[in-house]
């Protein structure tokens, strides 16, 4: 069986600063990893996955996350935050088929 | 083309009260998928079609009848309806690829609200 968890149901940081999303995983067999965006009355986006090869993703609108399989981890940062990155940012996880598995959510605010 | 558009934007019906959700999208994806949102929660998953046909339907009550008519558009046909229904219904769309990642397309959603 898989599962996510997200580690702060809310996070709050500075325009400017550092964002770091925490994600941990549990999968009995290798995982695909995926960071959705939710912004306010819309659909969800995706942000990156991670499918094989190499452990540290690049994404959209700077974001970037690193699968550390040791730690069963799944991280999602971005260098410095934009007022635009104000959301919802789910951690999925897939092992092949139709089900994904979704965190419970980190909500992101941004402070000017 | 990588739209997944779903109809209507907002919905409020009576229990008593047969409406529709409609879902399309034209990126030539195989699996389309019905998921539910409550407020302040991930999508739960509700049903899933590939190439038309139901491949999983995850105990929703039957007050929820899905349809895919073809492969561009998705149907859920909802009837008889509880005030708890009240919810974000998410079409998504992606690749038919049992053995790789399937990252998924989502529209923006239904806002449906029963009285």
């Known amino acids: 069986a898989q599962s996510v968890t997200q580690l702060g149901s809310h996070v709050s940081v500075s325009e400017g600063a550092l964002v770091l999303l925490r994600c941990n995983y549990s999968?009995?067999?290798?995982?695909?990893l995926f960071w959705y965006v939710q912004y306010p009355n819309q659909g969800l986006q995706l942000l990156l996955k991670y499918t094989t090869g190499a452990t540290l993703v690049k994404g959209i609108n700077g974001f970037e996350a690193e699968f550390k399989k040791s730690e069963t981890s799944f991280h999602l940062t971005k260098p410095s935050a934009h007022m635009s990155d104000a959301a919802e940012y789910f951690c999925a996880v897939s092992t092949g088929g139709f089900k994904t598995i979704f965190g419970a959510g980190t909500r992101l605010f941004v402070k000017a | 083309d990588t739209e997944v558009t779903q109809t209507p934007k907002h919905l409020v019906m009576g229990m008593t009260n047969k409406k529709s959700l409609k879902c399309e999208q034209h990126m030539g994806h195989r699996a389309m998928y019905w998921y539910k949102q409550k407020a302040k929660k991930p999508p739960e998953l509700m049903f899933v079609?590939?190439?038309?046909?139901?491949?999983i339907n995850e105990s929703v009550p039957s007050r929820f009848s899905p349809e895919c008519p073809n492969s561009s558009l998705l149907n859920l046909h909802l009837h008889a309806l509880q005030p708890e229904d009240s919810a974000l219904y998410l079409c998504a769309s992606s690749q038919e690829r049992l053995a790789g990642g399937n990252e998924q397309f989502f529209g923006p959603g239904t806002r449906l609200t029963v009285l």
């Open positions: 079609y590939s190439y038309e046909k139901l491949s």
């Open positions: 999968s009995s067999v290798p995982p695909y």
